[in-house]
C-alpha cells in the first residue's frame, strides 16, 4: 500500500536522463502492452459508458438498446436522484475532513516524532488493509451496535441520550467511510512531512515563533502537497462508496453508488450509465477546482 | 510555559496519534474475536461463546472456500499480469524521454483517480454492448482486476526507480558490463523490492476489491461477493477465520520482508 504514500513522492521523479538514439522507440515498446490494456478496459469503457448513457431508456435487455442521443436522461436522472447524489457528496466531505482531522496528527507523529518505531507504526496503518474491508465494515455493525460498548460509553458520557442508537444512522455511516479512507489520508500526508526539512521548523524556533505558529507558517504549508493528494484519495472513493450506506445505515443514508448499482443489476443500463457519468463528471469538475485552488498541480 | 507547551507538542501529537490507530485497530480485533464465536442462532453476530470449531472446520458454510480459491485464483492471475505490465510501463516513464510523457502519467493517474462504481459500471456497459453480457464470470473479472491494479504497479515501481542511485548502473557499464548484464546484475536487484512491494499491493488489491467485481462477475462468486451475500442474511463466523488468516500471513510477510531488509542493511 506503500504506493498510496508513494503518489506524491513520485511527483519528485527527477527528470529522465537525454535520450540515447534509438530508445525512444523502446519507451513506446515497453508501454505498448500495459497502454494497451488500459486504453482497451479504461477508455474504451468510459466512451461506451457515456454511449449508455444517451440510449432510449425505454429499451431491455431483452429488446436492446438503441441509440436515440436521449440527452433527456441526464435531465431526468438528476431529477429522480438529486437527494442521494448531494447526499453522496455531502457525506465524502465529512469524511474527508475528519480524516483530515484524525489523519494528519497520526501522520505527523509517525514522521516527526516516532523515531525507531516509524516502521512499525507505518506498518499499523497498512495492516488493516490486510483484511477483507468488508469483513472490517462488518465488524463496526458489531462495534456501533445498540448493546455494544461505544454506545454504552457515550451514554454514560451523557452525548447520547437514553434512546439513542449509532448504528443506522448518518454518524454510523460516516464513521464507517472515514475508517476505510483513513489510511488513504495518512500515507500522502506522511510522504510529504517526511520530507520536510527538519531544519526549516528549527529556523522557526529560533525567530521566535511559538510551536503554533511555526505549525501553520512553516510545517503546514510545506505539507500541502500531502493534504491535496490525501483529500483526493478520500474524496473521490467515499463519494462512489456504497458499502458503508448499505451496511451501517438505513434507505435513509443511501447515497449514489447504491442507486447506481441497483439499476444496473436492474438492467436500467441508461439510467444508471447517465448516473454514473454525471458522479464522474462533478468528481472531475470538484477535483479541477480544488487543485487550482490548492495550487498544487503535481499530483502526478 | 513554555515548556508546559514544548511538552504538549511533544507527547500529545503522539497521544493523539495512537488513539487514530487504535480507531484503524478496532475492527480487527473483533473480526479476530468473532473467528472464535460460537453464535447461538443463525442470524446472531454478537459474541455468544469461544470455540475452536470454526478454525478446525473453515470451509463447512456451504461455497465459503469455493470463493476462496476463486478469489485466490483471481488475484494470483491479475497480479502475475498487473505487475509485468506494469512494470515495463515503470521503466519506460522513469528512464526514457519521450513525446506525451505526461499525457501518459495523467493517462496512468486516471484508474486511480475514478470511483470504483464508475470503473466497475463503464466495464460492465462496454461487456453488455459488445455482446459479453452473457458471458460475464472469471475473465471479465480478471480482466477489471489487472485494470485497476496496473496504476498502482506503475507508482510504485516508479518510485523505487527514481529513488535508484543510477551511478551504480554507470559503474556496472564503466566495468564493462553490456546493457543486458548491467540491467539483471544491477538495476533489477536493485528494482526487485519495489516489483514486490507492488505485486503484492496489487494481490490485496485484487482479493479485497467488491464494487468492480461485483457489476461485471456474472454468478461468478469471489470471497469478497460472498461475504457481502451472507451479510444480507446469516454471517457464518467462518469468514472471520478467513479474514483472520489473511491478515495474519500478510503480517509474516511483511515481517519477513522488513527482517531481511535489516539483516541486509546490517551486513
Not at chain 1, 516527526?112 to 469483513?135: D, E, Q
Not at chain 2, 459488445?130 to 518510485?159: D, E, N, P, Q, Y
Request: contains cysteine; charged residues 10%; proline residues 5%.
Amino acid at each position: 500500500m506503500s504506493a498510496v504514500g508513494q503518489l506524491s513522492a513520485a511527483s519528485q521523479t527527477p527528470a529522465p536522463p537525454p535520450p540515447r538514439s534509438g530508445r525512444r522507440l523502446t519507451a513506446y515498446l515497453l508501454l505498448l502492452p500495459g497502454g494497451l490494456w488500459l486504453l482497451l478496459f479504461f477508455v474504451v469503457p468510459l466512451v461506451s459508458l457515456l454511449a449508455a448513457s444517451l440510449y432510449d431508456p425505454n429499451g431491455s435487455i431483452e429488446d436492446g438498446f438503441s441509440m436515440t442521443w436521449s440527452f433527456g436522461n441526464f435531465a431526468d436522472t438528476m431529477a429522480d436522484y438529486a437527494r442521494p447524489f448531494g447526499r453522496s457528496l455531502w457525506y465524502a466531505l465529512l469524511t474527508t475532513a475528519f480524516c483530515l482531522l484524525l489523519g494528519y496528527p497520526l501522520a505527523y507523529a509517525i514522521a516527526m516524532k516516532a523515531g525507531r518505531w516509524k516502521n512499525l507504526m507505518l506498518a499499523l496503518v497498512i495492516a488493516p488493509f490486510f483484511t477483507s474491508f468488508l469483513i472490517r465494515t462488518l465488524s463496526w455493525k458489531l462495534l456501533l451496535s445498540d448493546n455494544g460498548f461505544v454506545v454504552d460509553a457515550l451514554k454514560w458520557l451523557h452525548i447520547l441520550g437514553p434512546d439513542g442508537r449509532l448504528l443506522a444512522t448518518t454518524a454510523a455511516v460516516v464513521t464507517g467511510l472515514t475508517y476505510n479512507f483513513l489510511p488513504f489520508m495518512v500515507l500522502p500526508l506522511y510522504a510529504s512531512l517526511e520530507k520536510i526539512d527538519r531544519r526549516l521548523i528549527e529556523a522557526g524556533g529560533d525567530l521566535f515563533a511559538g510551536p503554533l505558529t511555526t505549525f501553520r507558517v512553516v510545517t503546514l504549508p510545506l505539507s500541502m502537497p500531502g493534504v491535496v493528494a490525501g483529500t483526493l484519495l478520500t474524496f473521490i472513493p467515499a463519494a462512489g462508496d456504497y458499502i458503508n450506506a448499505q451496511l451501517l445505515g438505513t434507505p435513509k443514508q443511501r447515497m449514489i453508488g447504491n442507486d447506481i448499482q441497483r439499476l444496473f443489476s436492474a438492467g436500467a443500463y441508461p439510467t444508471a450509465a447517465a448516473l454514473s457519468v454525471t458522479l464522474m463528471a462533478a468528481i472531475v469538475v470538484l477535483v479541477l477546482i480544488y487543485v487550482r485552488r490548492a495550487g498544487t498541480d503535481d499530483l502526478v | 510555559m513554555t515548556r508546559v507547551g514544548r511538552f504538549i507538542g511533544q507527547h500529545l501529537i503522539m497521544v493523539l496519534g495512537l488513539i487514530v490507530l487504535l480507531y484503524l485497530f478496532a475492527p480487527i480485533v473483533v473480526v479476530i474475536l468473532m473467528s472464535f464465536n460460537q453464535p447461538k442462532g443463525r442470524l446472531s453476530y454478537t459474541f455468544d461463546g469461544f470455540t475452536w470449531d470454526n478454525w478446525a472446520n473453515p470451509c463447512q458454510p456451504y461455497g465459503l472456500c469455493d470463493a476462496v480459491s476463486t478469489s485466490l485464483r483471481i488475484g494470483l492471475l491479475a497480479t502475475v499480469v498487473a505487475t509485468a505490465l506494469g512494470t515495463l510501463m515503470a521503466f519506460a516513464m522513469v528512464r526514457h524521454r519521450f513525446r506525451g510523457r505526461s499525457a501518459t502519467n495523467l493517462f496512468i493517474f486516471l484508474p486511480m483517480a475514478s470511483p470504483e462504481i464508475v470503473l466497475g459500471s463503464s466495464l460492465l456497459a462496454l461487456f453488455v454492448s459488445s455482446g459479453f453480457g452473457g458471458r460475464l464470470g472469471f475473465w471479465t473479472i480478471l480482466i477489471a482486476h489487472v485494470m485497476f491494479c496496473l496504476s498502482f504497479v506503475v507508482v510504485t515501481v516508479k518510485a523505487r526507480l527514481a529513488g535508484m542511485d543510477s551511478r551504480l548502473e554507470q559503474a556496472a557499464m564503466d566495468l564493462y558490463a553490456n546493457e543486458w548484464q548491467t540491467f539483471w546484475r544491477v538495476t533489477f536487484p536493485l528494482v526487485f523490492p519495489g516489483i514486490m512491494a507492488a505485486a503484492l499491493l496489487s494481490f490485496s488489491l485484487s482479493f479485497d476489491d467488491f464494487i468492480i467485481t461485483n457489476l461485471n462477475a456474472g454468478t461468478t462468486v469471489t470471497f469478497p461477493m460472498y461475504v457481502w451475500g451472507s451479510a444480507q442474511r446469516d454471517i457464518p463466523p467462518q469468514i472471520n477465520v478467513i479474514g483472520t488468516a489473511m491478515f495474519l500471513l500478510a503480517l509474516i510477510f511483511v515481517l519477513a520482508g522488513e527482517v531481511t531488509r535489516r539483516r541486509r542493511a546490517r551486513s
